[in-house]
């Protein structure tokens, strides 16, 4: 199957080397017979129909500053995308865009494309380190690190990500990391996010592949680095201790 992915704003978002996230969900493709088709959605391109996956990456304020107003005037197809089925994954100032506003550092608002049941608004403090996630509407966990200042706050009823064990998520004090609606997630945890999380990234690719009306089992690979990449990351995180 070819798999279409949109990647917004590849130019502006990628702290991190969040595009990382989609040479490992190329790899794992390609490893099944499955074929990624990326192509960029930049400033004033329109949403291409037909997607299969959008993925956002990580920015700071001032990207996000560039891009929002852009990107709120896509609200709609993404929206409906979305609905349809579409898959989505959005890291950092990626996911805080999905949402309704970001206010930032200086207090500028931000609109967001309501995508996300939740709001963002930033801190003084930066909430800087290892992660670790119980995600137990798959019974598997997720490790990464973090590094943001806004706290995002989900809407009553918003289902997280995963449940913090040790780090801080959204907003230090919720217990929550992330927000996860249909198959649309979005995430604090950068870079090597898909990497030393095999299950998260296959996750993603068999709900690309409902959507592009392919068969959605994968065949397991072996994964012997990646999970020796995950216990790393979640030591890490656990030598870390609590939330703030
Ligand atoms: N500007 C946002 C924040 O600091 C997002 C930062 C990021 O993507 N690392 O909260």
């Known amino acids: 199957m070819k798999i279409r992915v949109g990647h917004l704003y590849p ?30 959605i ?3 391109d329109p949403v291409p129909g037909e997607i299969d996956l ?22 709609e197809p993404l929206r409906d995308a979305a609905e349809g089925g579409a898959a989505f994954l959005a890291v950092c100032g ?14 500028d608002e931000l609109p967001g494309i309501g995508l996300l049941p939740l709001r963002t608004v930033a801190g003084e403090r930066r909430m800087i380190g290892d992660v670790l996630l119980d995600c137990d509407w798959a019974g598997e ?24 064990v040790n780090g801080f998520g959204n907003d230090g004090t919720s217990g929550f990391e992330g927000c ?50 995950h216990m790393v990351s979640a030591e890490r995180a656990r030598a870390r201790g609590g939330r703030f």
Not at 54 to 75: H, N, T
């Open 11 to 40: 130019d502006y978002l990628n702290i991190y080397a969040d595009r990382g996230n989609i040479a490992v969900l190329a790899e794992r493709a390609g490893a099944r017979g499955h074929e990624l088709d990326v192509q960029a």
């Open 42 to 44: 930049g400033l004033g």
């Open 54 to 75: 959008f993925y956002v990456g990580g920015g700071q304020d001032r990207e996000q500053a560039l891009i929002a107003p852009d990107l709120a005037a896509k609200a």
């Open 94 to 107: 990626g996911y805080q865009l999905l949402g309704r506003s970001y206010r930032d550092v200086a207090g």
């Open 141 to 164: 966990t997720l490790a990464g690190f973090e590094n943001h200042a806004g706290r995002t706050i989900l809407d009553a009823g918003a289902e997280p990500l995963g449940r913090v």
């Open 180 to 229: 996860r609606y249909r198959s649309v997630y979005g995430t604090y945890l950068h870079g090597p996010l898909l990497p030393r999380n095999p299950w998260f990234a296959d996750r993603v690719l068999s709900d690309a592949l409902a959507h592009a009306g392919g068969p959605t089992e994968l065949t397991p690979l072996e994964d012997g680095l990646e999970r020796e990449a």
